[in-house]
């Protein structure tokens, strides 16, 4: 296990393909629960997501990695590609930025962090107060079902469960910002970009519109409100009208069994749950329940001391201790190793993104269609910019399937980019006969996370050789495995055939 893990801090380290090696700041996925699953399994809670193993860094210095604090510029990978080569379409799938905790701790003071949005208080950015006033017009825009009621900003002084911090919105301006600067030199979007080139989808959430609000105002400053419509995905897993998968939803409760087994033969951790609740004069069933990790991580990132409390009965009392928090860390790494190995949650995984990608594959297969040499352009273009707006139970899922298992747990204000890219026409039968003729170029895929190239670590690209003549990865190995390789797993060729196969 321990090597895998190795292999992993690697994997990350290192950037692959035609790029300069640059060790982007080094951190370690988190595990928090969010925005539920988004199939139906009754009042089930129980964490799906750990995170991998590693010795190092320390649980404290992998948390700020998932708080991912925006107190720095990053380096981002997206945009670079060989001399030449033409970028036609970009995808990408945002977690929602830093959030109020979705439970607290009974007993305890809730964090004290305001929701407000002020240019004044840090972090801060310099186009937040642009932003402030762009939303305040947001009624000229297109508002899929009830996403036109929801609010546009974060706007509690004491900030609501689950609700978007300032930290959250900054973080999402500087996505947006740093995509701008990666992509402006391709013409991605032109500056009379048509409404069918930007296609903008959220959950129903106000984390996560605001926070698709906010790297849409990073990427388009002072878009223009009335060529914009705000998608609604009801599903967590972004699966549209394709959702039914009873296979999925069997692996997923398979995967939670797994995962409480664990848990509860970690005496360590159990014991743990105990100190923590006798400080608190709490049962420890009732702390357990309350999902502590959540709320400590919110003190966390934002340099809150961990709570404290007094118990009046026993005159007894006490913090809560980086410690405590520690055990609980440790376990969800063990848990990160234990799932992987069991392979359910791949299963799961793969069941649960396939609309999402089988809608990301056909959209690119449309652009380079439409891109082939001959073609009259689509009057109103073609769908070259998407923003989904998710969670860190669609994200996981989407590394998973694509065979990213290693990647570090989606932190606040994770992203995940698809480009498609087109190699210059090349002379046909070099120096024959025919020279003159142009050949039409190639079709490539580039995946990143956060910043990071990744697409030679996807299933579908792995065994790809980009020294041996190609660079990067044919968008046809894509296709092929979304179209059917993704469920060999299953003894399958088809979604339908894994989600109904019968058990046994
Ligand atoms: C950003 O904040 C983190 C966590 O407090 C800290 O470890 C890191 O050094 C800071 N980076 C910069 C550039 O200030
Ligand atoms: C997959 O995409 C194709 C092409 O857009 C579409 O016709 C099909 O319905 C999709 N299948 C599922 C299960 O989403
Ligand atoms: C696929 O087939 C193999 C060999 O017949 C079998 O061992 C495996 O359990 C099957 N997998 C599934 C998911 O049905």
Redesign the pocket.
């Given at each position: 296990m321990v090597s895998a893990v190795a292999a992993h801090l690697f994997l990350f380290l290192v950037s692959v393909n035609l790029i300069p090696i640059t060790p982007i700041?080094e951190e370690q996925p988190f595990q928090a629960e969010d925005g539920g699953h988004g199939v139906a399994l009754g009042k089930s809670r129980k964490r799906v997501f750990p995170v991998p193993h590693t010795q190092e860094p320390s649980p404290i210095?992998e948390a700020?990695g998932y708080?991912n604090?925006p107190?720095?510029t990053e380096q981002a990978w997206e945009g670079h590609s060989p001399a030449d080569y033409k970028l036609l379409s970009v995808q990408v799938m945002i977690r929602h930025g830093d959030r109020y905790p979705l439970y607290y701790i009974p007993k305890t003071k809730r964090p004290a962090i305001d929701c407000t949005l002020s240019p004044s208080r840090q972090p801060s950015h310099p186009m937040l107060n642009a932003f402030i006033s762009h939303m305040g017009q947001g009624s000229r825009g297109h508002w899929e079902s009830s996403l036109g009621s929801a609010p546009r900003l974060p706007k509690h002084s004491v900030c609501e469960m689950g609700e978007l911090t300032q930290t959250g919105v900054v973080q999402h301006l500087q996505n947006g910002q740093l995509l701008h600067q990666a992509y402006k030199h391709h013409n991605l979007l032109p500056s009379n970009w048509t409404p069918r080139q930007l296609w903008v989808e959220t959950t129903g959430k106000s984390r996560t519109l605001q926070s698709g609000l906010a790297f849409l105002y990073g990427f388009l400053p002072d878009f223009d409100w009335t060529k914009l419509t705000m998608r609604h995905q009801w599903s967590t897993l972004f699966c549209s009208s394709a959702c039914d998968c009873p296979a999925r939803n069997r692996y997923l409760e398979e995967e939670q069994r797994r995962q409480y087994r664990l848990r509860v033969a970690d005496t360590e951790l159990e014991r743990n749950y105990a100190d923590m609740a006798r400080t608190l004069g709490l049962p420890t069933r009732q702390l357990r329940a309350a999902n502590p990790i959540d709320s400590l991580l919110c003190h966390l990132c934002h340099?809150l001391s961990f709570p404290c409390v007094r118990v009046a009965e026993s005159g007894s009392g006490g913090c809560l201790t980086m410690a405590q928090f520690a055990v609980i860390r440790r376990q969800q790494l063990d848990d990160e190793v234990d799932r992987r190995r069991v392979g359910l949650y791949r299963k799961y995984a793969i069941l649960a993104m396939y609309p999402y990608l089988n809608r990301t594959a056909a959209k690119m297969e449309r652009v380079a269609k439409s891109s082939e040499a001959g073609r009259q352009p689509r009057a109103g273009g073609e769908e070259v910019f998407t923003v989904s707006s998710a969670h860190d139970v669609t994200m996981a899922p989407l590394l998973s399937a694509l065979g990213l298992e290693e990647a570090r747990f989606p932190r606040f204000a994770a992203r995940v980019v698809f480009e498609l890219w087109k190699s210059p026409p090349a002379m046909q039968g070099q120096l024959k006969k025919k020279a003159g003729k142009a050949k039409d170029g190639e079709m490539f895929i580039r995946v990143l996370y956060n910043g990071e190239d990744v697409t030679f670590h996807t299933t579908f690209c792995r065994s790809h050789n980009p020294h041996a003549g190609q660079p990067l990865c044919p968008l046809k190995k894509f296709l092929s495995f979304v179209k059917r390789d993704m469920f060999s797993i299953f003894n399958a060729t088809t979604y339908q055939g894994a989600c109904y196969r019968r058990p046994g």
């Open positions: 700041v210095s700020y708080c604090i107190n720095h340099g």
